[in-house]
């Protein structure tokens, strides 16, 4: 069956523009999760969402960070007036819940490089 | 949030050898995961361990949790080409994401 999919692969942008990322999860799964990887470094948690509602969004850097899973699906994490310090590796996974030790299935993530 | 040391942070070694990496914590883990990452892909994990003292093996890799569950290793023996990656531990604790470690990455020369 298809993995975990994020559109674009990659996404060079401009300081201050607006971006969005996408994430398709694994079919069925109702956990979805969004981390940010820095070069060199282990991914660190932004939003969780357990169906439509982020169950928990502790880990957004600033106001400048939204996500959203409107049906229960499809997310896309949005980015507003983009920083230098933004760019970096956006990661999504998504669970099933109840059905291991909370075994979350990564997608191949999205490069974003902000000039 | 808990957090979590992996040592070393690079290690280059030669096809075949043997090595050990190492993830630690100050705090207790409820369960840990080992996930590999190579470039350009998502993490995609290896194993969890969820008992004190529990050791479990895939193949060539050994992966140990401590006895007081604050600790844990990865082994590999025989490296090869193919293990090169980056080697993350992870924890969620009472919460549903993940927090990962810094990572170890691994360079096997053939």
């Known amino acids: 069956g298809a993995g975990v999919s994020q559109t674009p692969s990659n996404k060079v942008t401009e300081k201050g523009k607006y971006v969005e990322l996408r994430c398709d999860p694994i079919?069925?799964?109702?956990?979805l999760y969004w981390y940010r990887q820095s070069l060199g470094q282990g991914p660190e948690f932004l939003i969780y969402?357990?169906?439509?509602?982020?169950?928990?969004d502790s880990g957004l850097p600033n106001d400048r960070f939204f996500a959203v899973r409107p049906e229960g699906s499809v997310s896309t994490l949005k980015i507003q007036r983009t920083e230098r310090g933004d760019s970096a590796v956006y990661l999504c996974?998504?669970?099933?819940?109840?059905?291991?030790?909370?075994?979350?299935?990564f997608g191949p993530g999205t490069r974003l490089t902000v000039l | 949030t808990q957090l979590l040391e992996q040592s070393p942070q690079f290690l280059s070694i030669q096809e075949g050898e043997n090595l050990t990496v190492y993830c630690n914590s100050s705090?207790?883990?409820?369960?840990l995961q080992w996930y590999r990452q190579e470039p350009g892909e998502g993490p995609v994990l290896l194993v969890t361990v969820v008992t004190g003292g529990e050791v479990k093996k895939l193949k060539r890799l050994t992966f140990q949790f401590g006895d007081a569950r604050k600790d844990s290793s990865l082994h590999i023996t025989a490296a090869q080409p193919g293990d090169t990656g980056l080697y993350l531990c992870?924890?969620?604790?009472?919460?549903?994401?993940?927090?990962f470690g810094s990572g170890t990455q691994l360079t096997v020369l053939p």
């Open positions: 992870a924890s969620s604790g009472s919460a549903r994401q993940l927090t």
């Open positions: 969402f357990q169906g439509t509602g982020a169950a928990d």
């Open positions: 705090s207790v883990f409820s369960s």
């Open positions: 996974a998504s669970s099933q819940l109840g059905v291991s030790y909370n075994e979350q299935f």
């Open positions: 079919s069925g799964h109702t956990a």
